[in-house]
């Protein structure tokens, strides 16, 4: 059975941290992990997070099963928060998922069974996950133009070209905010074009929201979404609270589809529960309380928007003071772009070389693609980083 089994490659960023653990430097700086830490370095523990997880655990012991598509509580509050009143819930299979990456897998799972030969478009570059999700589930899986790193903006002619190109059916995932690596996101323009060329060509969009709340707000950062709810397609839409509620190892997501009508959506929902029953079972209970119970409490639901808007800031400061310290340590350097992006990454535009060097002789630690996490950037390490930077620019 395992006699012939290769070894896998290792993931890239998990071997990141491993050096960086290794590293016997002080002054070394993790910017390679997708993790948002405040001015301390540190995960937050969010206090709304906090009140409601008193009030679960009084409230909830023992541990039973949830139902196999989530707590109904739960997946209402993902279709308030995800869809709002753009369209009536009925039409929305919703399901509870093991983070964003369990949304999406189901999500792979789903396509996979109504339409095997379906081709999945990702962005090029994307989320690495995208690729290996959707090839495992037994998809084909092809990449769409994104990022021009000779104007270091959106190709967003080389997508639309992409998109007009592919046969109807095709499966486009769409990074709804804060696009993972490169921070750089459509305008409310493009996003239009976008969604003109996917209802023109009958393509299916697939949303991932991993980070509402991090770019402009709650609101404004589903706007994507809603644009493409009210058309009327089918439309799929990963969600994940890992960041936006701090709770990455609780694995709290879900995957919505909307459908044409309440009938369409309960034979889509019947399926999903057959895709998570013979995956998983059913999902865990405890993140999905704490989520249901802020979002459906009006006091700590506001606390929540107060902190993710904190989050947000002090992110947009972190990028600000990068900037700025950048601008002042390499005069006549073009580095708007940290300011320009949104969301936890930066695409710095320094070559893998270069980040190498950023590695190997100061200690900064990002991807060879050039990401780093400016969610990860604090008053301490902000110094270091800049030197370091402006040293291999
Ligand atoms: N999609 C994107 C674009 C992401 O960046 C991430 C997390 N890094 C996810 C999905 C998955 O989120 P989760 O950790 O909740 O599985």
């Known amino acids: 059975l395992l006699t012939d089994l290769p070894l896998a490659p290792r993931d890239p960023i998990i071997g990141l941290t491993e050096a960086f653990v290794a590293d016997p430097r002080e002054t070394k700086v993790n910017l390679g992990v997708g993790v948002y830490t405040d001015e301390n370095g540190r995960v937050p523990l969010l206090r709304c997070v906090e009140q409601a997880d008193e009030?679960?655990?009084?409230?909830?012991?023992?541990?039973?099963?949830?139902?196999?598509?989530?707590?109904?509580?739960?997946?209402?509050?993902?279709?308030?928060?995800?869809?709002?009143?753009?369209?009536?819930?009925?039409?929305?299979?919703?399901?509870?998922?093991v983070g964003g990456t369990g949304g999406l897998k189901i999500a792979a799972d789903l396509v996979h069974q109504t339409t095997p030969d379906a081709r999945v478009l990702i962005s090029d570059p994307s989320w690495e996950n995208h690729r290996a999700i959707f090839t495992r589930a037994g998809l084909t899986v092809d990449s769409y133009p994104y990022y021009d790193s000779q104007t270091r903006s959106v190709d967003v002619d080389g997508m639309l070209d992409a998109l007009r190109a592919a046969e109807a059916g095709t499966v486009v995932v769409l990074h709804a905010c804060c696009h993972n690596p490169t921070g750089y996101d459509l305008t409310p323009q493009q996003w239009e074009q976008v969604r003109d060329v996917v209802v023109e060509r009958g393509l299916v969009p697939l949303l991932d929201m991993a980070y509402?709340?991090?770019?402009?707000?709650?609101?404004?950062?589903?706007?994507?979404?809603?644009?493409?709810?009210?058309?009327?397609?089918?439309?799929?839409?990963?969600?994940?609270?890992?960041?936006?509620?701090?709770?990455?190892?609780?694995?709290?997501?879900?995957?919505?589809?909307?459908?044409?009508?309440?009938?369409?959506?309960?034979?889509?929902?019947?399926?999903?529960?057959?895709?998570?029953?013979?995956?998983y079972s059913n999902p865990p209970s405890h993140g999905a309380l704490v989520v249901s119970t802020v979002l459906g409490d009006a006091e700590l639901r506001q606390?929540?928007?107060?902190?993710?808007?904190?989050?947000?800031?002090?992110?947009?400061?972190?990028?600000?003071?990068?900037?700025?310290?950048?601008?002042?340590?390499?005069?006549?350097?073009?580095?708007?772009?940290?300011?320009?992006?949104?969301?936890?990454?930066?695409?710095?535009?320094?070559?893998?070389?270069?980040?190498?060097?950023?590695?190997?002789?100061?200690?900064?630690?990002?991807?060879?693609?050039?990401?780093?996490?400016?969610?990860?950037?604090d008053e301490r390490n902000l110094p270091t980083v800049i030197e370091a930077v402006a040293a291999v620019w």
């Open 303 to 377: 606390t929540w928007e107060d902190e993710l808007g904190s989050m947000r800031e002090r992110i947009r400061a972190m990028r600000t003071r990068l900037r700025d310290g950048l601008a002042a340590a390499i005069p006549g350097a073009d580095v708007e772009h940290f300011v320009v992006q949104n969301g936890m990454f930066s695409y710095t535009g320094l070559s893998a070389e270069q980040m190498r060097a950023l590695r190997e002789e100061h200690g900064v630690y990002g991807l060879d693609s050039g990401r780093i996490c400016v969610a990860a950037l």
């Open 212 to 279: 509402q709340g991090f770019a402009h707000g709650i609101e404004e950062d589903g706007a994507a979404v809603r644009l493409f709810a009210r058309t009327g397609v089918a439309m799929l839409v990963a969600t994940s609270f890992s960041k936006s509620f701090s709770l990455y190892g609780e694995r709290v997501g879900a995957l919505s589809v909307v459908c044409a009508d309440p009938d369409e959506a309960a034979r889509v929902q019947s399926q999903l529960k057959v895709i998570i029953r013979t995956t």
């Open 55 to 97: 009030r679960v655990v009084d409230g909830t012991r023992p541990w039973s099963y949830l139902p196999i598509d989530g707590l109904p509580a739960y997946r209402s509050a993902v279709a308030g928060l995800v869809f709002g009143d753009e369209l009536a819930h009925e039409r929305v299979a919703v399901v509870q998922g």
